[in-house]
């Protein structure tokens, strides 16, 4: 079916051999339309990549990419928004769970849909082009550099927490940090961050392979000192958990934003999905595995919070795991906390600016509906994107400027799971699409699950809108709009570039959208295989017609 906002493709049944899966019968566009001959034409511009992804490699992937900074951020706001332990912990357990659900959709989705790109590919091929776009779009401006904002704000209170502690004060209670003062901590992370990665492609991924191992051990350590600690008898606030929780039903939906910000990065073993062996049974068994694990790892760490702190503290605190340390090693123990979560925090910057800085690539050499092609172009010296780097360095430090991690984090969630709901409720059209309902789904996942997912993604994405109040609420405002942008961005660029090259033609160096030119190559194709037809079937008629045609006076 065609839409106004582009073309949705799909073809019939595929073949699965040995687990692996036969591209040239699924969804592999990343223009809209291509089908299988397009499809076999472009595999022969490079070798294809061999699936090498086993249960325990994806496990691993998955569970590095969900666990980052927010254990050690989130556990103050989502006890804040519920008011007790055990509402608390709950959250935690549902956020996981909630997780693992949206991981098994989207497993539906990559197995289906093999080619990379994750939501834009799902998106463009229920809802069109339009939708596609937007999400690359608003993942461009909002969600990674929001995302990354807020990571590096973390950074920023714990390198302040040392720098402002008070020995008189250990709790931080009356320590008032400067909010300049963060705000430009965490704008020199970012282009610290920047900085490496323009020097060299490997020195981005050393960053990362250096301080991905200070989260585990402070993670694994906070674990253990909590049961010691439980162990010792500090089970005061686990005695009546529910005591004093808040009856407001909208706090739990905010709450849950902030535990899902920790939970983030479920959905991205998706654009790896042609590396993964026998993906019908390694991916459901990867997501269920990596999802329960990292579940159980936040909850006991949230468990080893409330044995060590105050409930209040807990609630009160950015800098959570510095507290734990000073309560159970002392001075040396906090500072030891925040070191970890310092290398953490920035470990993970350094992933997200790599990332969109590869997405940014991508997207300007591809299609350039947003981007002009320079920013696709690598350093001659240094082949590193260094152009796309800075952009993502100067969006992110944007985002550095109007507010604190919980206003980022609400922020990120918000687009984060309005996106999520989109793809899956796209998941649940294409099984009743005339042109997808018959693909072939290695993994298919139960309908009423997928339903009961897009249900509880509207609560999450309407709730903390309602509680915000008029006074709160501009902040999601200010997502939708710049999220809605996109649309008519592509209408001019793509839709009908004619007016796109009326209202920018006079800019130096102006150029159609690439997307335009795969759509034409498309066309072209399409005419060659019509003609080509034509001539085979000119050929069979002629063959079919006899030699001679008997005389019919020689037959009398």
């Known amino acids: 079916m065609k839409s106004d906002f582009g073309d949705t493709v799909g073809s019939s049944t595929a073949n699965s051999y040995d687990g692996q899966l036969e591209k040239k019968h699924t969804i592999t566009s990343l223009e809209s339309g291509r089908g299988p001959a397009s499809i076999a034409s472009s595999e022969q511009h490079g070798p294809a990549i061999e699936p090498h992804m086993g249960l325990l490699s994806s496990c691993n992937m998955i569970i590095g990419l969900i666990i980052g900074s927010g254990i050690f951020a989130s556990p103050g706001p989502v006890t804040l928004e519920v008011g007790a332990v055990g509402p608390s912990l709950c959250v935690w357990a549902v956020g996981g769970i909630l997780s693992m659900i949206g991981a098994l959709c989207y497993a539906e989705l990559g197995t289906m849909i093999t080619k990379s ?50 020995e008189n004060d250990p709790t931080g209670k009356n320590i008032v940090m400067p909010e300049v003062a963060v705000k430009l901590v965490s704008i020199a992370c970012i282009w610290i961050v920047v900085l490496f990665n323009c020097f060299g492609r490997k020195a981005g991924s050393i960053v990362s392979n250096v301080f991905t191992a200070a989260k585990l051990l402070a993670l694994t350590m906070i674990i253990i000192i909590g049961w010691v600690w439980l162990g010792k008898g500090h089970t005061e606030n686990f005695q009546n958990a529910f005591e004093g929780s808040s009856t407001n039903a909208l706090s739990y939906g905010t709450a849950m934003y902030m535990a899902l910000f920790s939970y983030n990065g ?7 999905i042609s590396e993964v062996k026998n993906p019908k049974r390694t991916l459901p068994l990867a997501i269920t595995i990596s999802c329960s694990v990292v579940t159980t790892v936040y909850v006991l760490g949230n468990i080893a919070y409330f044995a060590t702190l105050p409930v209040e503290t807990v609630a009160t605190s950015s800098t959570v795991a510095m507290q734990l340390g000073l309560v159970t090693m002392g001075k040396g123990g ?5 070191l970890m979560v310092v290398f953490s925090t920035f470990g993970a910057v350094n992933g997200n600016i790599w990332a969109a800085s590869r997405l940014v690539t991508t997207a300007a050499n591809e299609d350039s509906v947003y981007l002009p092609p320079i920013f696709g172009q690598l350093n001659e010296k240094r082949q590193t994107p260094t152009l796309a780097l800075v952009l993502v360095g100067i969006i992110a430090t944007i985002w550095c400027i109007p507010g604190d991690f919980t206003y980022l984090a609400k922020m990120y969630s918000f687009t984060g799971w309005l996106f999520y709901g989109f793809t ?22 139960w309908l009423p699950i997928a339903v009961f997912f897009v249900i509880i993604d509207i609560y999450l994405v309407v709730a903390p809108l309602i509680d915000a109040g008029s006074e709160g609420v501009y902040q999601y405002i200010i997502c939708i709009i710049i999220g809605l942008l996109a649309i008519p961005i592509w209408f001019v660029r793509v839709r009908k570039p004619q007016i796109g090259r009326i209202m920018f033609g006079w800019i130096p160096g102006y150029q159609d959208a690439r997307i335009l030119e795969v759509r034409k190559k498309k066309q072209l194709r399409k005419q060659r295989e019509e003609e080509n037809y034509d001539v085979d079937d000119r050929i069979d008629v002629s063959t079919e017609l006899p030699e001679k045609t008997p005389d019919l006076s020689e037959m009398h």
């Open 117 to 166: 790109g994750g939501e834009y590919q799902y998106l463009k091929s229920s809802f069109g082009l339009c939708l596609g776009l937007t999400f690359s779009w608003s993942n461009l401006l909002l969600t990674n550099p929001i995302g990354t904002a807020s990571i590096a704000t973390v950074f920023a209170q714990y390198i302040l927490q040392m720098a402002y502690f008070d």
């Open 266 to 272: 479920w959905n991205n073993l998706n654009y790896g």
């Open 334 to 338: 906090a500072y030891f906390f925040a």
């Open 424 to 445: 899956v409720f796209g998941l649940i059209l294409m099984r009743f699409k005339k042109k997808t309902k018959h693909l072939h789904r290695p993994f298919k996942i």
